[in-house]
């Protein structure tokens, strides 16, 4: 089966679910950095409303730099979109700075924790509501990060920095609770953890989704987690979407099986051919 | 033999003997440590802010005095003076960050620098050109602070302090404690502190560098005003004065550049040791020690302790 057709198939499954309103429309960018390496060649996508949407691939497919570009956190690190647009809830974002992304209600919990290390668990927590001043509200929504993430409140005095990287994962999701976001951009929640916590996690961030509402959009080398708790996933694939689909139709595409999530359908192949296999037939 | 002698008993011969001396040299050695102390306290907020390492710290200590001493002689009162002062802290805090950080956010920490080298001079030019370069007379009076001196009637001898050194000291105190409440407490200051660890993160949280960077600039501008007007009591206001500004330099070796603690200690160590220094062994070198001493001793320091007293403490993970 082409890419092509599988393409369009999924679109067409996709159809029922994506009546939503979206929340996110990113509209053929390209991104640029420090002027010379074109990262992303082009990448659309939308959000639904409340929704869980994964962008998958590997390495360098230009998943967090998608984020960072939606986020506005882009231009730090000497990166520009020098084409397409991204509008959040119909409002055109391109030229915002990052705080006024979080203002409007969209947070990044950035790829590796990112937390900050020599404030405790409770500070780091608190600086999450940066935007909104100190208030009441602040303060209920302190104790709501701790309903999720019991874990935080046993922890709340230590510097984050000694606590563990499922501890910091957790700090880093509450922090950017804290800022009452529509929709959270998470990066690798699942880097450098162990199986049974990277679950836990995963558990936690449906339950956000479903009980507080947010919608999600989600990066992850995981295929096999993220597939299973999101609704629609986009694969990109060296700066492109490659292919997209509901969760369920990339869980039961061969391609997606083969490439990302290690099955085929002659079973388990050994990493010589594998790796053979993968070089000569790529979408790209 | 009479050399090691001259250096390793006589001057402890002379602590035990005149022991109201030592405590006349200590308190002066400590007063000057609490002027140190403010001016690297200045330059460590920066430096942990906005990483940008503040040579002009100096020079606005002394531009925020000469400020206040030429409003003052157009006929400005005093202390309408000292609040125009501190909103030309504040705009200095705008300008440089308008001007300077905003543009060169993302440059190598060195063009930073350099760009600070400029406004050094920058601000050099711009306080002759508008106060004079003559020195002048910080208006003490003028802003009810004492003059006069307590002498203590002890240790067999008589011990002098000056009212305007015990109120730099108490100031000095102030201003560290306040800066540690706003750091510690408020909203702001947790945000600087983040900025501090992780400017990526600071950002992802919605906090404003371009904001912080102003607060900072302006919290050093307002504790280089406080220092500038405590110097200036103590002798003349006149740009010599920066030459004095840079012994924070080693009080920053000392104590690390991103520790408030280590900036504190630090100067009242230089402040101690260069006074101690150059009044019981400055004699057998033919004196006036004082002004590289501190230098010294902070090369020495960087053979055993590079990161400083209290260098960032490091966070490792086991």
């Known amino acids: 089966m082409s890419a092509e057709t599988l393409q369009s198939n999924a679109a067409a499954d996709a159809a029922p679910g994506q009546t939503r309103e979206p929340v996110l429309q990113v509209n053929n960018i390209e991104v640029i950095y420090d002027h010379v390496i074109l990262v992303l060649k082009g990448v659309s996508f939308e959000v639904p409303k409340e929704g869980i949407v994964a962008l998958l691939g590997a390495n360098g497919a230009g998943k967090s730099t998608t984020l960072k570009s939606i986020s506005n956190l882009l231009r730090a690190e000497r990166g520009e979109i020098t084409k397409g647009t991204i509008h959040m809830n119909g409002k055109l974002t391109n030229d915002l700075t990052a705080n006024d992304m979080v203002k409007l209600g969209c947070v990044q919990v950035m790829e590796g924790r990112h937390c900050f290390e020599h404030l405790t668990i409770e500070e780091n927590l608190l600086t999450g509501a940066y935007t909104r001043g100190s208030s009441r509200a602040v303060k209920d929504d302190l104790e709501m990060v701790y309903d999720y993430f019991p874990r935080l409140k046993e922890r709340y005095k230590s510097l984050a920095g000694y606590t563990s990287g499922g501890e910091q994962q957790m700090c880093a999701i509450g922090r950017a609770l804290m800022a009452r976001p529509s929709i959270i951009l998470l990066d690798e929640p699942s880097m450098g953890l162990a199986p049974q916590l990277v679950e836990q996690i995963f558990e936690i961030v449906k339950k956000l989704n479903q009980e507080q509402k947010v919608t999600i959009l989600l990066a992850e080398q995981n295929t096999n987690v993220a597939l299973r708790y999101a609704d629609y996933g986009y694969i990109l694939e060296n700066g492109r979407v490659v292919l997209d689909g509901t969760a369920e139709a990339l869980r039961e595409n061969e391609d997606v099986k083969e490439f990302y999530l290690g099955l085929s359908s002659e079973g388990r192949k050994n990493f010589r051919e594998v790796k053979h296999y993968k070089r000569r037939k790529r979408w790209l | 033999m009479e050399i090691l002698h001259g250096i390793f008993i006589d001057p402890f011969i002379t602590m035990y003997e005149l022991p109201d001396l030592l405590v006349q040299v200590l308190w002066e050695g400590f007063v000057a440590g609490t002027l140190y102390s403010l001016i690297a306290l200045g330059f460590v907020l920066i430096f942990k802010a906005s990483g940008v390492f503040n040579f002009a710290q100096g020079i606005i200590v002394v531009f925020g005095a000469l400020s206040l001493v030429g409003l003052h002689s157009l006929g400005i009162p005093a202390f309408v003076a000292l609040f125009l002062c501190i909103g030309i802290m504040f705009a200095l805090a705008w300008l440089v960050e308008f001007t300077v950080l905003r543009r060169l956010v993302n440059q190598d920490p060195i063009i930073l620098f350099m760009a600070t080298i400029g406004l050094n001079y920058f601000l050099i030019g711009f306080g002759e050109g508008v106060f004079g370069g003559e020195p002048k007379t910080m208006i003490t009076a003028e802003l009810g602070l004492p003059t006069g001196a307590f002498d203590f009637d002890i240790l067999g001898g ?90 924070a330099l080693p009080v920053l070796i000392l104590g690390g550049f991103t520790s408030i603690s280590g900036a504190i200690v630090g100067g009242l160590i230089i402040g101690i040791s260069e006074k101690m220094a150059e009044f019981y062994w400055g004699p057998l070198v033919g004196g006036s020690i004082e002004s590289w001493f501190p230098y010294f001793l902070a090369l020495l320091f960087l053979w055993f302790r590079p990161q400083g007293l209290f260098g960032e403490k490091i966070i490792e993970r086991v």
Do not use: E, P
Not at chain 2, 171 to 197: E, H
């Open chain 2, 158 to 247: 008589l011990v002098s302090l000056q009212q305007i050194d015990i109120t730099a000291a108490v100031t000095a105190g102030v201003m560290v404690g306040g800066l540690a409440v706003f750091f510690n407490k408020t909203r702001i200051g947790r945000g600087l502190r983040a900025v501090a660890d992780d400017h990526q993160a600071a950002q992802s949280v919605g906090i404003s560098l371009n904001h912080i960077w102003i607060v900072v600039w302006f919290a050093a501008g307002i504790v280089a005003l406080a220092t500038g007007v405590m110097w200036g009591a103590r002798s003349d206001v006149s740009f010599a004065l920066s030459i004095v500004a840079l012994k």
